[in-house]
């Protein structure tokens, strides 16, 4: 049970930093559209469960990360656009530094090799 | 911030479910169809096309569960939902719900009004400003004087002389008030009226009083360091009790002239209702008086000796002012000013000057006497409410087993069908902190008439005085106290069944629960039983531990016959008596009692014994050297008229008693008790000996007679006797000295054989010597000396009462545990019977089950009882902590309860015919 959780959380945080990196290059998309754009990027990270999308967009909205009204799509059906706020901007500045942080230290332990620790 | 934001969004999406629904179901359509068109686009046939969108999307229902997960308060509205499920299951069984809200009303009642007494007693900070700055001089409470120029252990109290030292030398006070220790009684008359006067209690207060406790009038003014300094027009504080009471609120009180003592006083003032001056007390005082007032109103006045120490001290410390610091600079000015009065030092006193201390303590609370009085019986109680509590819990945790017991067939068919067990436990621990709860509520009415009853009977209060402030309804802290206990009750007694319940086999379901090989639950139910058992023990042998020490107590040989005597309490200084009339008015007295019909005959004296006052006095005897430093040479003393000895029936052992014969014309003598005679003659025949109460007055009585020793000061119950003496009134120093002492309070009637005499006749005798004579009060020698032990009565009988329900609950737990059992074994008892076992041998196989439990209890709860015993100390009054009969007693109560509460269900086990039993399988 708390190994699922984990798990789902970790896949949670990644998604929510990605719906973010999303909507700061394309601006404001609807919840296919970000399913989309992340499941080009990401391969087949997203492409098992969209649905999986909304829990996040709904959480980032709360947070007030992103923000969302109705509008029309490219071919006029109706449908929920979202668009990332001045603390969403914010947010995701700061937790990319955070990754890269975090990816490069990881990234110097994976080529360590035994003689750099003797 | 973004975790508040976050709840504050999901609380407010919570309350408009509905409409997000609605969203989340149009964005996933909206979804889906653009999935579908897509798909459709790339060649794939309608229906594909969606089936595929629909599979790509995931599941739609985990999705929704997790998404309103996110959304809402998941926990809010499980919790709601479990409350709604919860009391529509109580609804349902209402006979059970009763049951336990009664036991738990009675448990969470009992701790919550025995916490009210110690809430006011034991915590409360006095109603005043910012008790938290305060500070008094003393760490012990001490009464009421103090002579001479040294204490022991602390200078707690201090003279007027030294306070207004203190005062002016000591910086680290923004105020310093002071005020005596004891509460003197005034006889109160509006001026102008010509009714009695009343008997009100007051105290004299220092002029900067009211503003060191940072009390405003409630009308009028307080008083002020104007009103407190010689020759100030006499100026008092009245309470707001008496004002509304016995005034009426009536505002022309306010500028009214009041004869205390006979002695004009302008009201300028009423106190706000919530004071009741510095000190909880029995009678808080109805007037503030200035400390310069006393030399006005006392025949004896102690304001302006400076060996008298009679004040208690309380300062409001400035800002930021350290206490320790204080306290250093006083104890120098302590020093200094004994220095300063080096010449009229005795040499004792010189002696003890390099070991004169003094101590600050906190002082929010005033001066604690009463907390130290009454602190361990509120500890013992508390702590025997706390028990009877745990009883409570075990015994409704018992009926909760069996609830669940009955549900685990539902709760194993939940768990089969994928119930979480997060939720499943949830359930019973809702229920039981739910029915904790309406406990409580219930609860918090038992308390308050609880908390009546035990304020009546431990603060005894007088007709027509203010009583206790302590009030029996609920403060904040009592209310939090007793929501607290009701949750911790809940989830005590709630844990066990939950945990039952987890421990479900979903394959249960399946099978019949009466199929079950084993019996899950009875090893809690019994572990239960047995914790009550030793409990109760333990209850039971403090309950019994206290009546026998109350026994011991009340029946006593107390040196006095207590039949057909009755004592009526007076005080001619109320009446505004010069002393050099009182020798008349007793003689007066005397004869207009003993001239009514039924009474026997009469005397006179300072303090009837165990009445609750008493003189002491130092020793000097003739040809013993002075007592030093360290020798121990006190002894009570009282003043009584002729006859007094037959008059209360203490047997004269040798020589006489006090007769008509003792004049002021004739020697002076004084009889003393045999504790005295073994104190200070040893083997020595006392008749004919001299003694003095000062030093170089060796001589100044001869001892004539010595009595049995009795028992006259009630607050040293568990030591022997102390020395005493009696002195004849005829002898009385009347012209030399001015001493309080002078004014007889107790008049003793011995009565004739036959009805009781009525007190009327007795008031008509008093009010035809002088209508103006307040009378306090009168009753039997009997009533006076059991009141004397109303609070050891109190506390003895709240422990019974604790113990007995403690019983009757471990009884019905053990009776619900042998039923069930019982119940379960019925196929077994079938079998047995058919194989030719008796009715006899059923009724053992039961029996002995449940007397195994008890006999465990018994034996957990043996070696708890001497702690118990140990723990009441001296609340026995030197009775052995470990008394055998007492422990036999209670083992006794405790194993015929259980064999009655076991033997009900094995008689029922042993009339199952067997062909019955067997067909429920």
């Known amino acids: 049970m708390s190994q699922m959780k984990e798990k789902m959380d970790v896949l949670q945080g990644t998604l929510a930093l990605m719906v973010l990196k999303t909507l700061e290059v394309l601006g404001p998309l609807h919840g296919y559209a970000i399913a989309r754009r992340i499941e080009q990027i990401s391969g087949d990270l997203l492409s098992v469960n969209q649905g999986t999308l909304y829990p996040v967009l709904l959480k980032l909205e709360q947070e007030g990360s992103i923000a969302s009204e109705w509008g029309s799509s490219e071919n006029n059906r109706k449908a929920r656009f979202y668009r990332l706020t001045r603390g969403g901007r914010k947010q995701l500045q700061a937790e990319f530094r955070g990754w890269e942080q975090t990816a490069a230290i990881m990234g110097r332990f994976f080529v360590l090799k035994e003689e750099d620790l003797k | 911030m973004r975790p508040l934001r976050r709840f504050l969004k999901r609380l407010s999406s919570w309350a408009r479910t509905q409409q997000d629904e609605e969203r989340l179901r149009a964005e ?28 790509k999307f995931g599941g739609v229902e985990a999705m929704k569960e997790d998404y309103r997960a996110q959304k809402g308060l998941p926990f809010l509205e499980t919790l709601a939902q479990d409350t709604r499920h919860t009391l529509r299951r109580l609804r349902k069984a209402p006979a059970f719900t009763i049951t336990t809200v009664l036991t738990l009303a009675l448990g969470i009642g009992a701790t919550t009004s025995i916490f009210t007494l110690v809430h006011a007693v034991l915590l409360k900070s006095l109603p005043v400003a910012n008790p938290n700055e305060l500070y008094r001089l003393g760490k012990e409470t001490r009464c009421c004087y103090q002579g001479g120029y040294s204490q022991e252990k602390e200078f707690s109290l201090v003279s007027y002389d030294l306070y207004k030292y203190l005062r002016d030398n000591t910086k680290g006070f923004a105020e310093l008030a002071a005020f005596p220790a004891f509460e003197p009684l005034f006889g109160v008359r509006r001026a102008g009226n010509s009714e009695a006067a009343q008997s009100y209690p007051g105290e004299f207060v220092s002029g900067n009083y009211f503003t060191m406790f940072g009390i405003q009038a409630y009308a009028g003014r307080t008083l002020t360091a104007q009103d407190d300094r010689p020759g100030a027009p006499p100026a008092a504080v009245m309470s707001y009790r008496l004002w509304q009471q016995q005034y009426g609120s009536d505002p022309s009180v306010i500028g009214s002239v009041f004869n205390l003592d006979d002695k004009p006083f302008t009201v300028v003032g009423i106190t706000p209702p919530s004071f009741f001056g510095e ?17 006005f109103v006392e025949v004896d006045a102690d304001l302006n000796k400076y060996d008298t120490h009679w004040l208690d001290l309380i300062g409001r410390i400035q800002p930021g002012a350290k206490p320790a610091s204080i306290e250093a600079e006083m104890r120098v000015e302590l020093k200094q000013w004994l220095r300063s009065h080096w010449g009229e030092m005795s040499a004792n006193d010189r002696a003890k000057f390099p070991k004169q201390t003094l101590y600050l303590s906190p002082g929010g609370a005033g001066i604690t006497s009463m907390r130290e009085q009454y602190e361990h019986w509120l500890q013992i ?99 939090l106290f007793a929501f607290v206990t009701s949750l911790l009750t809940g989830v005590v007694f709630g844990i066990a069944p939950a945990w039952m319940a987890t ?6 379901a399946l099978r019949g629960v009466s199929r079950s090989s084993e019996r899950t639950g009875s ?28 026994h011991n107590l009340e029946n006593q040989d107390f040196g006095f016959e207590q039949d057909r005597r009755i004592v009526a309490t007076m005080n001619p200084r109320l009446a505004g008596y010069r002393t050099d009339q009182l020798s008349l008015l007793y003689r007066r007295i005397h004869d207009s009692i003993a001239s009514v019909p039924g009474v026997s005959s009469v005397a006179l004296c300072q303090y009837a014994p165990l009445s609750g006052g008493a ?70 025949d006392p008749i004919g000996k001299h003694f003095g109460r000062e030093p170089g007055a060796s001589r100044q009585f001869e001892v004539v007679g010595v009595a049995k020793d009795s028992r006259y000061v009630a607050h040293n119950l568990d030591k022997p006797i102390g020395a005493f003496f009696f002195l004849p009134e005829a002898q009385a120093e009347y012209a030399r000295s001015n001493q309080g002492s002078l004014f007889l309070h107790d008049i003793v009637i011995f009565t004739g054989p036959g009805p009781g005499l009525s007190t009327a006749r007795v008031r008509e005798a008093m009010a035809s010597v002088d209508p103006n004579m307040p009378i306090i009060s009168i009753r039997t020698l009997r009533e006076q000396v059991a009141g004397q032990f109303s609070q050891q009565r109190l506390i003895a009988r709240l422990t019974s009462f604790f113990g007995v329900l403690s019983l009757v609950l471990a009884s019905i737990g053990l009776y619900g545990v042998t039923a069930y059992n019982a119940g379960l074994r019925v196929g077994e008892i079938g079998v047995r019977m058919a194989l030719g076992a008796d009715r006899g041998d059923i009724v053992t196989l039961v029996l002995r089950g449940a007397l195994m439990l008890i006999v465990l209890g018994l034996l ?4 708890l009882t001497f702690a118990a015993g140990k723990v009441l100390g001296s609340q026995l009054y030197g009775m052995n902590t470990y008394n055998p009969v007492v422990t036999s007693v209670a083992v006794l109560a405790l194993g015929l309860s259980a064999m009655l509460a076991s033997l009900i269900p094995a008689f029922r086990a042993s009339l199952i015919s067997p062909l019955d039993a067997l067909r429920v399988e």
């Not at chain 2, 000190?279 to 030399?295: I, V, Y």
């Not at chain 2, 809690?524 to 020490?549: E, H, I, M, Y």
């Not at chain 2, 013993?624 to 009570?636: H, L, S, V």
């Open chain 2, 28 to 55: 996933i359509e909206e979804h889906l169809a653009m999935q579908t068109a897509e798909n459709l686009r790339s060649g794939l046939s309608p229906t594909e096309a969606r089936r595929q969108a629909v599979l």
């Open chain 2, 279 to 295: 000190a909880l007390r029995n009678t808080p005082p109805d007037f503030f008086l200035p400390l310069n007032a006393e030399p």
């Open chain 2, 381 to 479: 109680l508390m702590m025997v409410s706390g028990f009877a509590l745990l009883i409570v819990c075990a015994n409704v945790a018992n009926l909760m087993l069996v609830r669940g017991m009955e549900r685990r067939r539902q709760v194993s068919l939940s768990m089969a069908l994928g119930a979480q067990a997060s939720r499943v436990v949830r359930q019973p621990l809702t229920e039981s902190i739910l029915l904790s709860l309406f406990g409580g509520a219930a609860g918090l009415a038992v308390a308050f008439a609880g908390t009546r009853l035990i304020l009546h009977f431990a603060f005894p209060s007088f007709a027509g005085f203010a009583s206790v402030p302590i009030s029996a309804s609920p403060s904040m802290p009592v209310l």
């Open chain 2, 503 to 508: 421990r479900v086999d979903p394959i249960e």
């Open chain 2, 523 to 550: 090893v809690p139910r019994k572990t239960l039983v047995v914790f009550q058992a030793a409990l109760s023990l333990v209850l039971l042998s403090a309950a019994g531990l206290l009546t026998a020490a109350l």
């Open chain 2, 615 to 684: 003189w002491g006095s130092g020793v000097w005897v003739d040809g013993q050297p002075p007592p030093g430093p360290t020798d121990d040479y006190f002894a009570w003393w009282d003043r009584v008229t002729a006859g007094y000895f037959a008059v209360i029936g203490n047997p004269i052992i040798r020589g006489r008693g006090i007769s008509e014969e003792d004049t002021s014309a004739s020697r002076n003598v004084a009889v003393i008790n045999e504790a005295f005679a073994r104190k200070f003659f040893k083997d020595e």
């Open chain 2, 860 to 863: 957990i709860g043996l070696p």
